[in-house]
């Protein structure tokens, strides 16, 4: 696991180091996959996949183009070579890219259009995970996974306080809850 201050992270977002541990774990991947990440933002997400995949590829969308040299620049950082950096707002077409065995959304706007579209490109068995900060995000996720061809559903809430140094004390300095959503594309595994 990485450590935040190892990024470059010149003010754009990130996902904090505790949740992409936790993220990581619940991913529990083997390490040949296909992972569509939407949203790379900084990259940190990015590079953490790509270093857990030593036969395997992220493709990270990102639309926003101001952020793309942040990630490559993290990339970069940590010799990341199994990363198809993609300056794409979701959906479009994916037509050209394989079917992914997993798919992480690390924020997005459109949410509900872009649940339809990796929810359909997924291959059957694989694992969708959603990282969300809003409430109308969790109301999406919370439809998607009910209505929708996806099992094993799991939510969970992680907000971590980090005790800050302040004169001659440390007092605590809370952040953010994050949900985590995954679930699990029915239906056998078809390679
Ligand atoms: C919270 S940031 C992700 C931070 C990232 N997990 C990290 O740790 O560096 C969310 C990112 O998603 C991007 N985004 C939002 N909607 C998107 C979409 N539909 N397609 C591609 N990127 C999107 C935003 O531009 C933003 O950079």
Do not use: W
Request: charged share 25%; net charge positive.
């Amino acid at each position: 696991m990485l450590k935040d201050e190892d990024f470059y992270l010149p003010g754009t977002p990130y996902t904090k180091e505790e949740i992409r541990a936790v993220l990581l774990k619940k991913l529990n991947l083997k390490g040949d996959e296909v992972v569509y990440e939407v949203g790379s933002g900084s990259g940190t997400i990015t590079v953490e996949l790509a270093l857990s995949l030593p036969r395997g590829k992220v493709y990270a969308f990102e639309k926003d183009l101001q952020r793309l040299e942040v990630i490559k620049e993290n990339l970069r950082r940590f010799s990341v070579r199994n990363v198809v950096l993609l300056p794409q707002a979701l959906p479009c077409d994916l037509s050209a890219y394989p079917p992914p065995d997993m798919v992480v959304i690390g924020g997005s706007s459109n949410l509900k259009e872009v649940l339809k579209q990796v929810g359909a490109c997924l291959k059957n068995g694989g694992v969708l995970a959603g990282l969300a900060v809003t409430l109308e995000s969790l109301a999406i996720y919370q439809e998607f996974f009910q209505n929708s061809s996806f099992t094993d559903f799991d939510g969970i809430s992680i907000a971590i306080t980090r005790f800050k140094k302040a004169g001659s004390y440390h007092i605590l300095n809370a952040q953010n809850p994050v949900f985590i959503f995954t679930g699990r594309k029915k239906g056998e595994k078809n390679g």
